[in-house]
């Protein structure tokens, strides 16, 4: 299974929340794959130069080259913007940055690994686990 990582989980990550590098760990050993989707990458790169925080960024850079860094193409572009409309027509939007993880999850077939699923319930056929 490939798991795709939410913010708040390299966040979390990156703070060494032990239980989180516990359920990261029990995963790998089970031969799951775990991925970094380009809009979390973004966020957390941003964050992280935005406050100067030379440590978390060499932290974060050995994490990603440990794990893959996806990208997003027409497909992943394509999907989004279908989530985006039909979350408006329902009246019920999400951010972008959301839309663009669960359209990388979707097109690609992974699980979301969050600690918020609450961004996610309103997207159709994204599976998400809650760490």
């Known amino acids: 299974m490939t798991f795709a990582l939410d913010t708040n989980i390299v966040s979390a990550l990156l703070?060494?929340?032990?239980?989180?590098?516990?359920?990261?760990?029990?995963?790998?050993?089970?031969?799951?794959?775990?991925?970094?989707?380009?809009?979390?990458?973004?966020?957390?790169?941003?964050?992280l130069l935005a406050v100067n925080a030379l440590n978390q960024l060499k932290l974060f850079d050995s994490l990603c080259r440990k794990l893959f860094v996806g990208s997003m193409a027409i497909a992943e572009w394509d999907e989004a913007a279908k989530i985006y409309a039909g979350?408006?027509?329902q009246g019920k939007p999400?951010?972008?940055?959301?839309?663009?993880?669960?359209?990388?999850?979707?097109?690609?077939?992974?699980?979301?690994?969050?600690?918020?699923?609450?961004?996610?319930?309103?997207?159709?056929?994204?599976?998400?686990?809650?760490?």
């Open 15 to 47: 703070k060494n929340d032990e239980s989180l590098f516990q359920m990261f760990d029990a995963e790998m050993d089970k031969g799951n794959i775990f991925v970094v989707p380009p809009v979390v990458y973004y966020e957390i790169k941003r964050g």
């Open 87 to 89: 979350l408006r027509q």
């Open 94 to 131: 999400i951010d972008d940055a959301d839309i663009f993880i669960a359209a990388f999850c979707l097109v690609g077939g992974y699980t979301l690994v969050t600690r918020n699923a609450n961004h996610f319930t309103r997207i159709e056929g994204l599976k998400v686990t809650v760490w």
